[in-house]
């Protein structure tokens, strides 16, 4: 294949990806990604005082943010 036709496949390949993929990976895999190291959870007071109130918020209505 050209180049130029692989380009077009592989655009076609991620434009149907990115389409169907729901976003939120990283919760559907959450606790193997704790399990390796690679995700962790900060309680709200290490937050950026920004996101703070918010997660404090969400962690009194419904025990998670």
């Not at 959870?41 to 703070?52: A, F, I, M, T, V």
Request: charge should be negative; proline fraction near 5%; aromatic fraction near 10%.
């Amino acid at each position: 294949m050209r180049p130029l036709h692989l380009f077009h496949l592989w655009h076609k390949v991620f434009a149907i990806v990115f389409k169907l993929d729901c976003g939120y990976t990283v919760l559907r895999v959450r606790d193997e990604l704790e399990q390796l190291g690679y995700l962790s959870l900060l309680s709200p007071e290490q937050l950026p005082e920004s996101e703070r109130n918010e997660a404090i918020e969400l962690l009194a209505a419904e025990g998670v943010f």
